[in-house]
């Protein structure tokens, strides 16, 4: 797995040198969202991810690796989100079916 954390640390110091560096800047960009997709992944909070992860894809330059890793990932956490939410509703639905139980009783 990468650090993005140290990426971005680096990539700061390179901008810091050079500001118009348009390189690293698209790849600090990709260092940032990809560390935001996996803390919002770590946190369940799948829609969050997603899209940050399709705000890597979107971004001009950068690493094609970086980009084609945020494709895999996106699609990997479209399926979990999609599973997350139907057991979250089937949950729902089954407490609603508990509660009317009890109210029969």
């Known amino acids: 797995k990468h650090d993005y954390t140290n990426a971005q640390d680096l990539l700061s110091q390179v901008l810091t040198a050079d500001s118009n560096n ?24 799948y829609d969050k991810a997603i899209q940050s992860l399709e705000e890597v ?33 089937e949950r729902k639905n089954q407490e609603t079916e508990e509660d009317s139980t009890l109210k029969e009783k």
């Open 22 to 45: 348009e390189h690293a800047r698209s790849m600090y960009m990709q260092a940032v969202k990809m560390k935001d997709a996996l803390e919002y992944e770590n946190k369940q909070l």
């Open 57 to 89: 894809e979107k971004l001009k330059g950068g690493s094609a690796d970086i980009k084609s890793e945020a494709a895999e990932k996106r699609k990997e956490l479209t399926k979990l989100n999609e599973e997350y939410k139907k057991a979250q509703e």
